[in-house]
Structure formats: structure tokens, C-alpha cells
């Protein structure tokens, strides 16, 4: 890089290169989650629990990531669920959900998608542009493309990285 830059006649800062290529870790957040959790207890609405669609209180919510963190680390607003602290903490933990069991969390996950983000309008738009990103969806603002396009994305984590998946 720098015998191009002098080539074109450009200062090129000692250490540039390096910083420009410097690895930054990815950190894990579900701040965004909680606080979506939060105003729904606030405005006496119920938190389902993606997973065994029983209410949580504020005590039992975790913020769970579909596709776990540890294979993918991805904190876009699809991917962060309402879960009960003990499935997972203790029964889902870093696997994938199995093919039936996200099939049948659907209806529990696009309402929570519908409570969480697109209820509110920088949420909206934040969430459309992070599934347009991530996932193979055309149609942002249809539900259950952004699902099929989650259902596709987990098939391709279990085939490439042979993640465990937590079946019923």
C-alpha cells in the first residue's frame, strides 16, 4: 500500500495500513432486547417465551440469540428472542434450535418481531435493514419471509458448522 501510495504521488501515514486492518471482536449484546421486554411489562402487555410459550416475568426473561452466538455472532434484532432464563441457560445454550422446533416457535417469533421492532419506527427501520443484510429476504416487511429466510440461514449453520441442534 505504501508503494502505490508514493507511486500516486499520496502520503501514506506510517501505521495506517495496520490500523485499517486491525480484527475487532464482536460483543455480545441483548440491551436492545431487554429494553423491548421492558416497555412491553411496562404497558401490562405479556412476554412469551419463544421457546414454550409460557409468560415470563420480568425474573425468568433472558434475551436468547435463534442462532447462537457462539457459531454466529450476530446481535441484529431477528435474531434476539424472549426465552426462559432456565431453557436457555440450561437446555438450548449454544445449539441450534431443530428445523421442528423453530417451525414451531413461528407464530411466538413473529409476534415478538411485530411487539419489539416493528411497533416502533427506528426499531423498524433498524430491524428491515439487519434482515435485508443477513438474510436471503426480498420483502423485509413480511413476517413470514424474514422467517423462511431465519429457517434458511439455521439449515445453512447446521450443514457448514454441524452445530448441535436442541430438538423437542
Not at 480484527?23 to 432486547?33: C, F, K, N
Not at 421457546?51 to 454466529?72: E, F, N, V, Y
Not at 440461514?153 to 452445530?163: C, K, P, S, T
Request: a positive charge.
Amino acid at each position: 500500500m505504501k508503494g502505490y501510495a508514493e507511486r500516486m504521488g499520496m502520503v501514506f501515514p506510517l501505521g495506517q495500513a495496520e490500523a485499517a486492518l486491525s480484527w475487532e471482536e464482536p460483543t455480545r449484546d441483548t440491551t436492545l432486547g431487554r429494553a423491548a421486554a421492558r416497555r412491553v411489562f411496562d404497558s401490562h402487555g405479556n412476554v412469551i417465551c419463544c421457546w414454550s410459550g409460557k409468560a415470563l416475568t420480568a425474573k425468568q426473561l433472558d434475551i436468547d440469540h435463534c442462532l447462537p452466538w457462539a457459531a454466529w455472532p450476530c446481535g441484529d434484532l431477528w435474531n434476539l428472542l424472549p426465552a426462559d432464563r432456565r431453557i436457555n441457560q440450561h437446555q438450548k445454550r449454544n445449539k441450534l434450535p431443530s428445523a421442528e422446533r423453530l417451525a414451531a416457535a413461528q407464530p411466538r417469533i413473529a409476534a415478538w418481531w411485530e411487539t419489539a421492532w416493528l411497533s416502533e419506527e427506528p426499531l423498524r427501520r433498524r430491524f428491515e435493514r439487519e434482515v435485508v443484510a443477513a438474510l436471503p429476504v426480498q420483502d423485509p416487511s413480511s413476517l413470514n419471509e424474514v422467517f423462511d429466510g431465519l429457517a434458511w440461514r439455521r439449515l445453512r449453520l447446521r450443514q457448514d458448522q454441524q452445530i448441535p441442534e436442541w430438538v423437542p
